[in-house]
């Protein structure tokens, strides 16, 4: 019971039934995960093998077709409202302000809106959203609102939180600022955090550990710990021992994109 | 117009100051908008007028605008009194029509069985001719205001209803799966989410909601009345008063437009994020 990990899945699978003309698919098939409170692990693996159906379980959104999710060590009866979640999109509410989108969770919990602001509020500068606080998202730039969206996960306050390519569609640059910035949160308060990118220099900057998975079904296909000394800045990308993990990841990558594309 | 917002965008902590030249800009903006609409009138008008004297029409069959706006002038008293009145009618009709509308596009919204059930009456609820159903909700009511602001309600609440039905299937899936992890209940993800998203649609019914108020109100005043537009339409047809009859016409015209103006002007203050620049419109 001690040694059980933060979050782990058993055999997690999932198969979509036959529906509206389409066949069944089996997006995820036995998924056996284990991520120790406080680790940072990434998930990489070509585009439709089930990583978003992946995070559905983990949160509570997808019944899974066979295996459970464990958090603590036990099987929750449902998942919903235990993890923290940030899909794809940032899905800021545009008639709330900023600072009302990120008190959300807080508000959900129960909270007072007055206290859930006061609490929103001290956070925002840490953020990079100071003077931001009363704008409505729409007119805020793609970096900022990704923030904004990652600060109503940080403030809803759970242990875990699932991070499903929060910077996919940021531009290279400030894609960077956001990588090193993320580090620099996550090392000062070590959120157990499952991240989700294509990006395998991000998977390699970021995470303890890396799972490259396989096309569809999805499986895990290859595990790799970074053994990069933290904390870790931007620069740890030029050393050598960078390069050679990234190719590490590279090669099982490409060769399933070659299957894919059927030149195996 | 647009580089104007694009500065106000990227500079929160000093919001665009309004200067001699924004002012100068307001300005010419207002004049742009208004420029048209009244030179049409005024050209549009002054055709009549001539059309008129020219052709030696007679005032019954085609009053001129200046026998128009004399009678406006002569019959203040009786026309503000009766316009108020139907005005009345029209704010209290259209009141009932949101509160009845909403709660009928939310039941709807809320199971399957129910929006089976109760849309094919909506449609029916239109299908009623109202100078058939006025003079029952007389007979239910009696000759006060009642009757009239029901007749106002029910031409009014269809476009409301549908679009509050529509409007609450328009957010966002993922944003109520987000809610979801989150732990969010029904009834919260109702609140937080799929009202404030179904807002906009509601002002929309509204709006189309209004133009039939006033002519629902005029139905109803056909009925059983012995004061507002509606009936005094009557009285001055039997007159053949045709200038007084198109005074009125003006009249109900103005209450109409006014409130349009009105409905937009909640929106605008019960919905500032929908008006709100967005990022995009400054590239
Ligand atoms: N609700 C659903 N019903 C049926 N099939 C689904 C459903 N959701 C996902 N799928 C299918 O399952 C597979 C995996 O989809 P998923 O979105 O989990 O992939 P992903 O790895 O997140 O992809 P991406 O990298 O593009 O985000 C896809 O083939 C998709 O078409
Ligand atoms: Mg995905």
Redesign the interface.
Known sequence: MTDSPKLATEGLCKTYPAGGGQEEVTAVQGVDLRVGAGEFVSLVGPSGCGKSTLFGML???VRPSRGRVLLDGTAPASM??????M?Q?D?L????TVLDNTT??LE??GMSRRDARARARDAFARFGLA??ED??P????GGMRQRAALLRTFL?GRDVMLLDEPFGALDALTRQVMQAWLLEVWESDRKTIVFVTHDVDEAVLLSDTVHVMSGRPGTIRMSLDVDLPRPRTLEVAASGRFRDLRDRILAPLRDEAMAQAGLS | MSGEIAVAASSPVDPATPGAAGGGARLRRIVRATLPPVVFSVLFLTAWELYCRWRDVSESALPPPSSVARALADNRSLLADNAWVTVQEILLGLALAVVVGVGLGALIRSSAVVERALYPWLVVSQLVPIPAIAPVFVIWFGFDMRPKVLVVALVSFFPIVVNTVDGLRAADPELIDLLRTLGATRRRIFRVARLPAALPFVFSGLKVATAFSVIGAVFGEWVGASEGLGYLVLILNNQTDTAGVFAVVTLLAVIGIGMFALVSLAERLLLPWYHAPRREGGA
């Not at chain 1, 509410?93 to 709330?96: E, F």
């Open positions: 949160a509570g959104l919903l409202g235990r993890i923290g979640y899909p999109r899905l509410m545009p008639w709330r959300l969770g959900t919990a003077g931001f704008r409505w729409r007119s805020l730039s809803a």
